[in-house]
């Protein structure tokens, strides 16, 4: 048996009608309403045939869709990826136009995200040309720069309060990880430590690197930890280095991907929040945590 959920944009009101045409073209079940105008589902004995020429007209509307099988769908563990996934920015992309070497960090972000390059060659090559940064603009930055991606809090709060474990895995640097996961109320973080000396950045971070592997080693590590399998995991990321884990967990979810990370991934969110994860796994509306 599987489900099929359609998740209109924020603002965007999710017209019964296209639901229903849906649900009856594809002989499903009745309409089930998570959030009235914001998300509904319906059971289908089979995956449709035509799902993905279906989810390319309706993103064309601003609504997603995702099928998956209905058992087993909420999970116990979150592990999450932070720049771009958990927070709307790119935190090194942030220290970069604090240095003065913005765009020319930024482009090769978006060449590492996109699988183009070589992660840890990539973190390595970026991270030098923070040299000589005071220290202190971390600070700065993230009280003036770095804001949550909506619907982290509520998430995050919800799978919590049904005993689910929150995990933060980000190729970025713990001086935001630490700051992030507290926020948002994560249990643990991991990410890599950029290296000071003297009050100023010495352009190297720590070793090992943390990249695409050590993300799936976080999701073999804890989840052993927690008595609990792979298959209980819903992951979500954007960028190259998290297709590892995305592909090993029971859920994998492209949120706002690159499109050579959502056309490796079954579940793609390009219009929805992170609420998005909690309609996935089966939450209604009203039994979100703030």
């Known amino acids: 048996m599987f489900t099929a959920l359609l998740l209109s944009a924020p603002g965007t009101r999710l017209d019964p009608i296209l639901a229903e045409n849906l649900r009856s073209a594809w002989g499903g079940s009745a309409l089930d309403w998570l959030s009235p105008g914001e998300a509904v589902e319906f059971g289908l004995p089979a995956m449709p045939d035509n799902r993905w020429d279906v989810w390319a007209d309706l993103q064309q509307a601003r609504v997603d869709l995702v099928i998956q099988k209905t058992e087993g769908r909420r999970k116990k563990m979150l592990l999450a990826d932070m720049d771009s996934t958990m927070i709307q920015q790119e935190c090194i992309d942030e220290l970069a136009a604090e240095a003065g ?13 996109n699988g183009e390059l070589d992660f840890e060659g990539a973190l390595i090559e970026r991270v030098g040309l923070l040299k000589d940064l005071d220290e202190a603009v971390i600070a700065r930055v993230l009280e003036s720069r770095i804001t949550h991606m909506p619907g982290g ?29 507290e926020a948002l109320g994560f249990h643990e973080h991991r990410a890599n430590t950029l290296l000071a000396a003297g009050g100023k950045l010495t352009g190297d971070v720590a070793r090992p690197i943390l990249g695409r592997e050590a993300k799936v080693q976080a999701l073999h590590e804890i989840t052993e930890r927690l008595g609990i399998t792979p298959e209980d995991v819903i992951a979500v990321g954007d960028g190259a280095n998290d297709l590892g884990m995305l592909g090993l967990a029971g859920t994998g979810v492209a949120l706002h991907a690159k499109p050579v990370v959502a056309e490796q991934c079954e579940v793609r969110v390009n219009h929805g929040d992170l609420t998005a994860l909690l309609y996935i796994q089966g939450y209604r509306r009203a039994e979100f945590s703030a």
């Open 101 to 113: 070497v913005g765009e020319r960090v930024a482009e090769i972000t978006k060449r590492a995200m």
């Open 153 to 181: 809090r509520e998430l995050i709060a919800t799978m919590k309060a049904h005993g689910g474990y929150a995990a933060l895995v980000s190729g970025g640097f713990t001086a935001f990880t630490e700051v992030v996961a």
